[in-house]
T-cell receptor, first 113, second 113 residues
């Protein structure tokens, strides 16, 4: 099992550009989520999904979109990148609930100039 | 307000020594508490889970304790190794019919040879 995979590993964008961060898991997990991690702050929830076709906002959703067309994939879209979105982004999955063990991907380090 | 506070922020110890990391939380209602280890440049990985009725749980050289009355948890690392150098994140699950994770900011541990 590959677990949770994320691409790309690193990305540099200019302000106003858009892009999609990819996330996939091969554990048949229902719950998937996106977090951002900034220095001195805990992981913050951006969006989450409790199953294919079902998504909802987390703590810091502004500027990001998600969709969940399959159980395996949960891409995160940045609509118009801003320097405040410079961060490390983690995708995670768990069997059913947020309180189950979260399996994290390796992260994407994004810099917005 | 649901919060998780960890101390110390950072810690340097000599290889072979023991150390204890602290986690205080004000999350309510409480569902469970997990400790995650995050190596530099990687996603967090779960070490232990503590539920309300559990006081102590071990995972190799890692021992977690929970005092639900004082809302405190600790992670004790015995006979530290260089590979223990990482950030350790305390995560508390609240459950108000919908589970929500509250993340601490982590303790950065450096084990020096």
């Amino acid at each position: 099992n590959a677990g949770v995979t994320q691409t790309p590993k690193f990305q540099v964008l200019k302000t106003g550009q858009s892009m999609t961060l990819q996330c996939a898991q091969d554990m048949n997990h229902e719950y998937m989520s996106w977090y951002r991690q900034d220095p001195g702050m805990g992981l913050r929830l951006i969006h989450y999904s409790v199953g294919a076709g079902i998504t909802d906002q987390g703590e810091v959703p502004n500027g990001y979109n998600v969709s969940r067309s399959t159980t395996e994939d949960f891409p995160l879209r940045l609509l118009s990148a801003a320097p405040s979105q410079t961060s490390v982004y983690f995708c995670a999955s768990s069997r059913g609930l947020a309180g189950d063990e979260q399996f994290f991907g390796p992260g994407t380090r994004l810099t917005v100039l | 307000k649901n919060q998780v506070e960890q101390s110390p922020q950072s810690l340097i110890i000599l290889e072979g020594k023991n150390c204890t990391l602290q986690c205080n939380y004000t999350v309510s209602p409480f569902s469970n508490l997990r400790w995650y280890k995050q190596d530099t440049g990687r996603g967090p990985v779960s070490l232990t889970i503590m539920t309300f009725s559990e006081n102590t749980k071990s995972n190799g050289r890692y021992t977690a304790t929970l005092d639900a009355d004082t809302k405190q948890s600790s992670l004790h690392i015995t006979a530290s190794q260089l590979s223990d150098s990482a950030s350790y994140i305390c995560v508390v699950t609240s459950n108000t019919g919908f589970q929500k994770l509250v993340f601490g900011t982590g303790t950065r541990l450096l084990v020096s040879p």
